[in-house]
């Protein structure tokens, strides 16, 4: 029980610090904080799922950079690939394409950011030993106590991020319109005068697809 506690908190870390390099990337890039994540909190699961994955995986090539880098890149990518595919088919939303960039698969991923996850895998393995001996070093009682909190916290997160998201699908499946960006203005600015959790949701994917099937 204790490995499964500190799998979690470490799950939660890496999330947190996805999170961190997601927002810092796409601020810059932007030139304006951007929050760029769908749960309320500061947390990527998709991150935190990641580097567990390679943490779990990966850790015997820790010796060997180049495999280790190679395989990052594709576990990463499956990762990524089934996350943008399976929320697509769960909310109806495209959350975001790559289709303008270079070496794009179905815009779901593309080369330059498999290339950036693959140095971050690499990161991961070296770091991690700190990180888990860190977490492991604290008394099993507050690990605990530390465990439960969070939990409650990430899974009231979860619910009601989801029940948001779920309001972009329930407001795209009332408009009957094809595939096209005027459906995607016309449930942001229905959504926009809804909730503040759902403006900032909206805030985070700027470029948010709603996708519409034909009638």
């Not at 567990?52 to 190679?70: C, E, G, R, T």
């Amino acid at each position: 029980m204790k490995e499964v506690m500190i799998y979690f908190l470490l799950f939660i870390v890496y999330s947190i610090l996805g999170w961190i390099v997601e927002t810092s990337a796409t601020s810059i890039y932007h030139k304006k904080l951007v929050d760029r994540v769908f749960l309320i909190g500061p947390c990527l699961p998709i991150y935190g799922t990641g580097a567990i994955a390679i943490i779990i995986l990966l850790k015997k090539y820790h010796n060997d950079f180049l495999v280790l880098f190679i395989m990052s890149i594709v576990l990463c990518s499956i990762i990524e690939y089934l996350t943008s595919y399976l929320m697509e088919k769960i909310f109806k939303a495209r959350w975001w394409d790559y289709t303008n960039i270079p070496f794009n698969i179905n815009g779901r991923i593309c080369l330059p950011f498999s290339i950036a996850f693959g140095f971050m895998g690499s990161l991961i393995i070296v770091i991690n030993t700190h990180i888990y001996s860190l977490i492991n070093n604290i008394p099993p009682q507050l690990l605990t106590i530390i465990f439960i909190i969070i939990l409650i916290i990430f899974i009231t997160d979860i619910i009601v991020s989801f029940n948001i998201i779920n309001k972009i699908k329930l407001s795209a499946n009332n408009l009957r319109k094809d595939y096209s960006e005027e459906i995607t203005e016309k449930v942001k600015n229905t959504l926009e005068n809804n909730s503040l959790l759902i403006k900032r949701l909206l805030h985070a994917f700027p470029n948010i697809k709603i996708l519409q099937k034909k009638k």
